[in-house]
């Protein structure tokens, strides 16, 4: 069986879900991982216990992730409880402030998961750059190589 990395995201305005596409491009560099993008509404249970790596995109919300990803997180916490130790996982945020809120409240709540973060986040401030747009190819390409080649 193959590894694989799930990319789960939400997106209003359409920042976050560029900033996906570039994580997918990057991830879809490796041959070794296959790589799922889902919208977090869309992505459940059965993906989350699917996968051996997880991406997850938020815009930061009034300093908080987005009401939609923290939908997935509640959705899949009970029902994956206890069956995701140890799953590597990084984040992406797009900020209007500095999105440190965000990343605080999802990194609580993967802590509760027993998730390991295995990248720092990439945070775009304000518009998406291009600059950003290659941190984001970046960390896609940094998590699926590390998954396929079991470094995590």
Same mark, same amino acid.
């Given at each position: @069986?193959?590894?694989? +990395?799930?990319?789960? &995201?939400?997106?209003?305005? $359409?920042? #976050?879900?560029?900033?996906?596409? =570039?994580?997918?491009?990057?991830?879809?560099?490796?041959?070794?991982?296959?790589?799922?993008?889902?919208?977090?509404?869309?992505?459940?249970?059965?993906?989350?216990?699917?996968?051996?790596?997880?991406?997850?995109?938020?815009?930061?919300?009034?300093?908080?992730?987005?009401?939609? @990803?923290?939908?997935? +997180?509640?959705?899949? &916490?009970?029902?994956?409880? $206890?069956? #995701?130790?140890?799953?590597?996982? =990084?984040?992406?945020?797009?900020?209007?402030?500095?999105?440190?809120?965000?990343?605080?409240?999802?990194?609580?709540?993967?802590?509760?998961?027993?998730?390991?973060?295995?990248?720092?986040?990439?945070?775009?401030?304000?518009?998406?750059?291009?600059?950003?747009?290659?941190?984001?190819?970046?960390?896609?390409?940094?998590?699926?190589?590390?998954?396929?080649? $079991?470094?995590?």
């Amino acid at each position: @069986m193959g590894k694989r +990395l799930l990319i789960v &995201y939400h997106t209003q305005t $359409g920042n #976050t879900g560029r900033m996906a596409e =570039a994580v997918l491009s990057g991830a879809r560099a490796i041959d070794e991982t296959e790589t799922t993008l889902l919208r977090a509404a869309d992505a459940g249970v059965d993906d989350l216990l699917g996968c051996h790596g997880l991406l997850l995109g938020t815009p930061e919300n009034f300093g908080y992730m987005s009401g939609m @990803m923290k939908d997935f +997180l509640d959705r899949t &916490y009970y029902p994956a409880e $206890g069956r #995701t130790v140890g799953l590597p996982y =990084a984040l992406f945020v797009s900020a209007g402030n500095d999105g440190r809120g965000a990343i605080r409240e999802i990194d609580r709540i993967a802590l509760g998961y027993g998730w390991k973060k295995v990248a720092e986040p990439v945070i775009a401030r304000g518009p998406i750059t291009a600059e950003g747009l290659v941190l984001c190819r970046e960390l896609g390409t940094t998590l699926a190589a590390g998954i396929g080649y $079991g470094v995590y």
